[in-house]
């Protein structure tokens, strides 16, 4: 099991008002796993995603993640964590302006002390893999946003994490880029990728294997998408 929810909560103090956006969450999403995670704007789909890409902590319960209690680990255990086994997406793409291609698919690599002939020919062959081996020396700011999104799929997967997580990754983008955003996903699920990712557009849930569904902080559904992509556990 990579991720074991074990009635994890969250609740946000906004000055006197207590937010409950996650209430006793139990999920269980095994290695291999393609999830798409659908709900209403405040339903707390980007709560929960950031406690699975440990960028906050439960208030309630437990997270374990691949075996271990993310809740004993302390600040910088859960920052090698992230960086060694969580890969993230995000709908802004968030790369560094005025760096490279090449750069910003770097950065994961340094942190992880990689040296830097090998942070460079993994940053080439990633780049080359989402099919920007032409883009190298652009800066990000010099990309298109489906290309910049690419360059941010790259940056993800720099440390081969075991976990994909993804708000809104098409968010930002016209339809054909969103589509080979997704077509880039699938793939990488048949490759063994576990992914979750966040969306509002059933159609886009359809291309995960698994939709769960948030409502008011609470999973209310939690089905598979009959996705033809093979499930690999
Ligand atoms: N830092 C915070 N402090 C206080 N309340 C917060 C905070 N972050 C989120 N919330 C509240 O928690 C609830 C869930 O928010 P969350 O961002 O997880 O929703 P979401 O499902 O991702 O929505 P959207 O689709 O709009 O992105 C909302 O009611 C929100 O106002
Ligand atoms: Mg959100």
Known sequence: MLIDLRQVSKTYQAGQVAVHALKTIHLHIAKGEFVAIIGQSGSGKTTLLDILGCLSRPTGGEYWLDGENTGALTESQLTTIRNRKIGFVFQTFHLLPRKT??????????????????????????????????RITHYSNQLSGGQQQR?????????????????EPTGNLDSQSGKDILDMFASLHREGQTIVMITHDPLIAQRAQRRITLADGRITADESTGSRDPVLL
Do not use: K
């Open 101 to 134: 291609a090449l750069d910003n698919v770097q950065l994961p690599l340094m942190y992880a002390g990689v040296s830097r002939p090998a942070q460079i020919s993994r940053a080439q062959e990633l780049l080359t893999q989402v099919g920007l081996e032409d």
């Open 151 to 167: 360059v941010a799929i790259a940056r993800a997967l720099a440390n081969r994490p075991a976990l994909l997580l993804a708000d």
